[in-house]
Structure formats: structure tokens, C-alpha cells
């Protein structure tokens, strides 16, 4: 099992940057899939961004691309979200994830292993 723990939420202006980080304790995860989703109030959780760890492979949703970017720690393994030009419409609880799977998916349902997520927002 993966134990995923986020760490690095807060407030911020628009326009700002955050890094969120996600330590991910219990096995290695060279066999993994590593997610970040986020969840609105009133909405569904959706998709942000996800690395394969063993090549680093990326897949990022459209409403990031080029604000957000990923990276990995293999020695600590832990994985970081770095957010810049923050949005209003960024603000929500973001989650980190580990799917036992070679491929990447989007969708939540692929994903075995959850954080307790860490809130992110973002004022105008």
C-alpha cells in the first residue's frame, strides 16, 4: 500500500504561486502512477495532473497547462505541484493520489490510494 500525505495548501492572491508537496510513504513507486486532483465546493473531483514515476511522464488538464507544473523526488519519494498565476477559480481542496497502474488515467476511479487532501485558495 501507498500512504499519500499533501502538505503546502494556504491562501492566496491571484496571480500568486504555491508548491504543494505530497510525501508518499510504504512502498516505492517506481510501479506507480502519482495524481493530483482537486475538488470545488459543490463540484466533482476532477483531474489536475499526473506523473508516471518510473519515466516521468506527464499528463496535465488543459485548465493548468502552463500555470502548473509536476516533479518528483525519487529519494524522498515525494511529489510536488508547483502552481503559479493562480486563479480564483483554482481554489479548492486538492488531493493526492497513487494508481498501481503503467499507464496514466484521469479518472478518479482509476486511483487506489488517497491523501487527505490540503486546501488551496485563492482570492481576487
Known amino acids: 500500500q501507498v500512504h499519500p500525505v499533501e502538505s503546502g495548501g494556504g491562501l492566496v492572491q491571484a496571480g500568486g504561486s504555491l508548491r504543494l508537496s505530497c510525501a508518499a510513504s510504504g512502498r516505492t513507486l517506481n510501479k506507480y502512477v502519482m495524481g493530483w486532483f482537486r475538488q470545488a465546493p459543490g463540484k466533482e473531483r476532477e483531474f489536475v495532473v499526473a506523473i508516471k514515476w518510473s519515466d516521468g511522464s506527464t499528463i496535465y488538464a488543459d485548465s493548468v497547462k502552463g500555470r502548473f507544473t509536476i516533479s518528483r523526488d525519487n529519494a524522498k519519494n515525494t511529489m510536488y505541484l508547483r502552481m503559479n498565476s493562480l486563479k480564483p477559480e483554482d481554489t479548492a481542496v486538492y488531493y493526492c493520489?497513487?494508481?498501481?497502474?503503467?499507464?496514466?488515467?484521469?479518472?478518479?476511479?482509476?486511483?487506489?490510494?488517497w491523501g487527505q487532501g490540503t486546501q488551496v485558495t485563492v482570492s481576487s
Open positions: 493520489a497513487a494508481d498501481d497502474s503503467i499507464v496514466i488515467f484521469t479518472n478518479t476511479l482509476s486511483y487506489d490510494y
